[in-house]
DNA sequence: ATGGCCTCGGTTCGAGGA
């Protein structure tokens, strides 16, 4: 099984970019985030002629995440239960026997604006989720724009990202409490290249400079982490005309 | 040089992203 993860800044300015990139990716498995798509604008006609079925939950303008599989998608939920939250940002299924989670976590903007608080208690309610479908499913995946860069191996300059959102102590402590949980970075069970990101600022030549963030993850559970042989981030999306800031992050498991 | 870009909605500018 082949996932992957993508935040495509909106589903309709980027489906050519998302149908051509499953052309070459072999991906059974395509999380998507920030689809600004209601459901009935959801582009269900075009991803099936391409061999994928789609669950999916929307908002217009903002947020929207979704899951395409070459494979029979079960037991969908969406949103995280018992967490009323108006934006549109993780649903799950039941895919090949592994639980997929597909999470958009807020931005927060900065650390002394509301928005960095609900960000904090979002994740909250999201390491409470994951604990509850551990204890249930013994594969499950969390991919997603976390919108956390966990380490400063994961900044491109940590001196100028010091004190702002994405790297904070208490944004990085959730990432490690969902290690702590027993998740895998299934990216980091690997060599990898330095200066690897998968979010580039659109200003300021941000690709151009490399001056990017790896803030997009792929955490397996300990049983499936234990069958994961690859994981890589492709930036070639990264680089063709009116990308999306973000770029696929894809993770091979055995069998 | 502390900005710089992109998307959306809904009109030509503000909000939000990261």
């Not at 395509?30 to 061999?51: M, Y």
Request: charged share 25%; with cysteine; hydrophobic share 40%.
């Amino acid at each position: 099984m082949r996932l992957a993860t993508w935040n495509v800044n909106s589903l309709k300015v980027r489906l050519p970019h998302v149908l051509d990139w499953l052309t070459t990716a072999e991906c059974d498995v395509l999380c998507l985030q920030e689809t600004k798509l209601t459901d009935d604008k959801f582009p269900v006609d075009a991803l099936r002629a391409a061999g994928y079925v789609a669950a999916f939950s929307g908002q217009k303008t903002y947020n929207g995440v979704a899951i395409l599989s070459r494979l029979p998608i079960e037991s969908v939920v969406i949103d995280i239960p018992n967490y009323p939250d108006p934006q549109k940002r993780v649903i799950a299924a039941s895919i090949g026997g592994i639980r997929v989670v597909c999470a958009y976590v807020p931005n927060g903007q900065s650390l002394d604006s509301d928005k960095y608080l609900y960000k904090l208690g979002w994740l909250d309610a999201l390491q409470a989720y994951m604990r509850d479908l551990c204890s249930i499913h013994a594969q499950v995946v969390l991919l997603g724009d976390y919108n956390i860069a966990p380490e400063d191996r994961d900044v491109h300059d940590p001196a100028v990202w010091e004190g702002q959102v994405l790297v904070s102590p208490a944004e990085r402590a959730h990432f490690k409490a969902l290690l702590d949980q027993g998740f895998k970075d299934c990216f980091r069970l690997f060599d990898q290249p330095d200066k690897t990101f998968s979010w580039w600022d659109y200003r300021m030549l941000g690709f151009r400079r490399n001056a990017g963030l790896r803030i997009d993850h792929i955490l397996a559970s300990p049983a499936l982490a234990a069958a994961c042989r690859a994981c890589v981030i492709d930036n070639a999306p990264r680089k063709r005309e009116q990308p999306s800031d973000h770029t696929p992050v894809i993770a091979d498991f055995s069998a």
